[in-house]
Protein backbone atom coordinates (compact mmCIF):
# COMPACT_ATOMS: atom_id res chain seq x y z
CA UNK A 1 0.00 0.00 0.00
CA UNK A 2 1.58 3.49 -0.71
CA UNK A 3 0.99 6.29 1.66
CA UNK A 4 1.60 10.42 0.76
CA UNK A 5 4.07 12.25 2.77
CA UNK A 6 5.01 16.04 2.77
CA UNK A 7 8.71 16.80 1.89
CA UNK A 8 10.32 19.94 2.07
CA UNK A 9 13.11 21.20 0.34
CA UNK A 10 15.39 23.70 1.13
CA UNK A 11 18.36 25.36 -0.38
CA UNK A 12 21.74 25.73 1.80
CA UNK A 13 22.98 29.50 0.86
CA UNK A 14 25.71 30.26 -1.62
CA UNK A 15 25.47 26.34 -2.00
CA UNK A 16 24.11 23.60 -4.89
CA UNK A 17 23.45 21.43 -1.70
CA UNK A 18 19.64 21.15 -0.62
CA UNK A 19 18.51 19.45 2.30
CA UNK A 20 15.13 18.01 2.72
CA UNK A 21 12.77 17.39 5.64
CA UNK A 22 9.94 14.94 6.19
CA UNK A 23 7.86 16.97 8.79
CA UNK A 24 5.68 14.22 9.37
CA UNK A 25 8.32 11.88 10.64
CA UNK A 26 10.48 13.11 13.20
CA UNK A 27 13.75 11.99 12.61
CA UNK A 28 14.16 11.61 8.77
CA UNK A 29 16.27 13.77 6.91
CA UNK A 30 17.91 13.53 2.97
CA UNK A 31 19.77 15.95 0.80
CA UNK A 32 21.42 15.91 -2.59
CA UNK A 33 23.23 18.14 -4.84
CA UNK A 34 20.50 20.37 -6.58
CA UNK A 35 16.94 19.63 -6.85
CA UNK A 36 16.89 16.67 -8.65
CA UNK A 37 19.90 14.42 -6.93
CA UNK A 38 17.80 15.32 -3.39
CA UNK A 39 14.49 13.88 -5.08
CA UNK A 40 16.42 10.84 -5.82
CA UNK A 41 17.18 10.75 -2.36
CA UNK A 42 14.27 11.49 -1.16
CA UNK A 43 12.81 8.45 -2.64
CA UNK A 44 15.48 6.25 -1.39
CA UNK A 45 15.09 7.62 2.34
CA UNK A 46 11.54 7.25 2.41
CA UNK A 47 11.10 3.46 0.98
CA UNK A 48 14.23 2.65 3.91
CA UNK A 49 12.20 4.00 6.16
CA UNK A 50 9.11 2.78 5.74
CA UNK A 51 10.37 -0.65 4.93
CA UNK A 52 11.72 -0.35 9.07
CA UNK A 53 8.43 1.39 9.68
CA UNK A 54 11.02 4.06 10.93
CA UNK A 55 9.13 6.10 14.48
CA UNK A 56 5.70 4.12 12.79
CA UNK A 57 5.98 6.24 9.42
CA UNK A 58 3.30 3.64 8.12
CA UNK A 59 0.41 4.76 10.20
CA UNK A 60 1.59 8.87 9.61
CA UNK A 61 -1.35 11.00 8.40
CA UNK A 62 -0.74 14.00 6.65
CA UNK A 63 -0.07 16.99 8.11
CA UNK A 64 -2.75 19.86 7.48
CA UNK A 65 -0.66 21.87 4.00
CA UNK A 66 -1.60 25.02 5.83
CA UNK A 67 0.73 24.15 9.05
CA UNK A 68 3.56 22.89 7.12
CA UNK A 69 3.79 26.48 4.47
CA UNK A 70 4.11 28.29 8.02
CA UNK A 71 6.31 25.70 9.56
CA UNK A 72 8.85 26.42 5.90
CA UNK A 73 7.96 29.73 4.33
CA UNK A 74 10.87 29.08 2.27
CA UNK A 75 10.73 25.76 1.44
CA UNK A 76 9.90 23.93 -1.86
CA UNK A 77 6.52 22.00 -0.68
CA UNK A 78 5.85 18.40 -2.49
CA UNK A 79 4.03 14.76 -1.61
CA UNK A 80 5.85 12.10 -2.38
CA UNK A 81 3.66 8.49 -2.67
CA UNK A 82 5.56 5.73 -1.54
CA UNK A 83 5.35 2.45 0.08
CA UNK A 84 6.40 -1.27 -0.13
Do not use: H, Q
Not at 20 to 35: A, H, N, R, Y
Not at 59 to 70: A, R, T
Request: aromatic share 10%; glycine share 6%.
Amino acid sequence: MKNKYWVVYINEDDSDWVNVTFPDIPGLKSCGVGIDDARKMVKEALEYAISLDFNNCKSIKMSDKSKIIEEYPNGLIEVMEAGV
